[in-house]
């Protein structure tokens, strides 16, 4: 019995297709490589059109838009609650912001966040006194 050629090569190419155009776009996203890759921020970088998390320098909290959520820091436990802890929504929402891509719960991101925007960060890549 002859093999059918002309079909095993068309579903190698249909395979060869498919693996390229997710190898493509994977290597779009300097987050799916993880820190180290996308100017030096990595999955920290601001992520304009596509954060998941905004978080606030100021106040160490992510703010967690399809949720509604803000998660934070209580001593070395973290807390996620409807409103930003001990602070009115306007004062929190007026400060400071970076939007994020995080792949998963900030506390696995935080000290490298918190290295790359203190506190004391003014939005515009300069801190505060």
């Known amino acids: 019995m002859k093999a059918n050629t002309s079909y095993l090569s068309g579903k190698a190419g249909f395979c060869l297709l498919c693996v390229t155009a997710i190898l493509s776009f994977t290597s779009c996203d300097p987050a799916f490589f993880g820190p180290g890759y996308g100017g030096g921020y990595g999955a920290y970088a ?9 978080y606030f320098p100021r106040y160490q ?28 929504h306007n004062v929190f929402h007026n400060s400071p ?3 994020l891509f995080l792949n998963s719960h900030p506390q ?3 000290n490298n966040v918190m290295n790359l925007y203190p506190h004391n ?3 515009n890549g300069r801190w505060h006194r």
């Open 46 to 54: 601001p992520a304009y059109g596509r954060s998941n998390y905004t």
């Open 61 to 88: 909290t992510y703010f967690h838009p399809q949720t509604n959520m803000y998660h934070y820091r209580n001593g070395n436990n973290w807390m996620s609650g409807p409103r930003p802890f001990g602070v009115s």
């Open 97 to 99: 912001s970076v939007p």
């Open 108 to 110: 696995y991101h935080h």
């Open 121 to 123: 960060w003014n939005g």
